[in-house]
């Protein structure tokens, strides 16, 4: 039995670490897999449940929830439909900055999340891996300033551009937030971590060098830290930079075992990039999976071709969609699977 880390419960030996030896960089059996984001909202199950609750209490219920999360300072959130998380009274001004709650206390007010995740890993019975995650600063920070989704973060970006301190100081507030509540996800029984910065592609080069990658390097540094201080085993951890492929080799060296790619980046140039010192995850086009079972199987024949054996750990380059076939999510794993078990016979 595992130890539990944050109470005397322990929880059910692992039976299947091929995720986590990967993402180690360890020689693998197979190529393990797995869909990212949102990949509970396209079982019918799952939209049947969300319907019939209001979202937050959702979020709140142990066990309704274990897979959502939120993480808010203080600011009020509404889930809209079709939209995802908004706030309604977005920051404006450097002196909204003082609305915010001492990020110290926000992992004590999310004891909801961490039981979610106690409870789905007792649940998982130690069949696969089960990994944490959390929006990384510069995302997060998007949210709190445009108020929602935006297909420019110009709001955000006119921050970074007019009031440079209040943005690094309100990166460093989620920074600060981020790091017990990712420490806290470990505790409460979490495997591996992945940080989304779902909005790198919105900066370019030099913005993001400047204001999410030392963020991104210091939620790492700290989060390992804290790790060790408080007895946890180290877990392996995840960066995905959604259309970041500008910033592949500081990614590679900011300090996560694994570095996520999405779809517009290719593989081989990928790891000629970054070498072998990371595991690489990606990174089929989630449309592809619109494509009929046959050339799904073709398209992962494909991805694992170009990814190679080892140090790889296959999913989509994104999120999968609402309206996505279950049954065509089933043919993308099992043809990681079966192809990658002959890759490695051959």
Known sequence: ME????????????????????AWGEDTDYTPVWCMRQAGRY?????????AQDFFSTCRSPEACCELTLQALGMEVTMVPGKGPSFPEPLREERDLERLQDPAIVASQLAYVFQAITLTRQRLAGRVPLIGFAGAPWTLMTYMVEGGSSSTMAHAKRW????????????????????PYLVGQVAAGAQALQLFESHAGHLGPQLFSKFALPYIRDVAKRVKAKLQEAGLAPVPMIIFAKD?????????????????????????????RVGKTVTLQGNLDPCA?????????????????DFGPQRYIANLGHGLYPDMDPEHVGAFVDAVHTYSRLLRKN
């Open 3 to 22: 130890a539990n880390g944050c109470g005397p419960q322990p929880f059910p030996e692992l039976k299947n670490d091929t995720f986590l030896r990967a």
């Open 160 to 179: 970074l551009y007019q009031r440079p301190k209040a943005s690094h100081q309100l990166l460093r507030i989620l920074t600060d937030a981020l790091v």
């Open 43 to 51: 079982l019918p199950e799952f939209r049947e449940t969300r319907a």
């Open 289 to 305: 999976l619109y494509a009929p079972k046959e050339e799904i199987g073709c398209l992962v024949q494909q991805m694992l071709d």
């Open 244 to 272: 970041g492929h500008f910033a592949l080799e500081e990614l590679a060296q900011a300090g996560y075992e694994v570095v996520g790619l999405d779809w517009t980046v290719a593989p081989e140039k990928a790891r000629e």
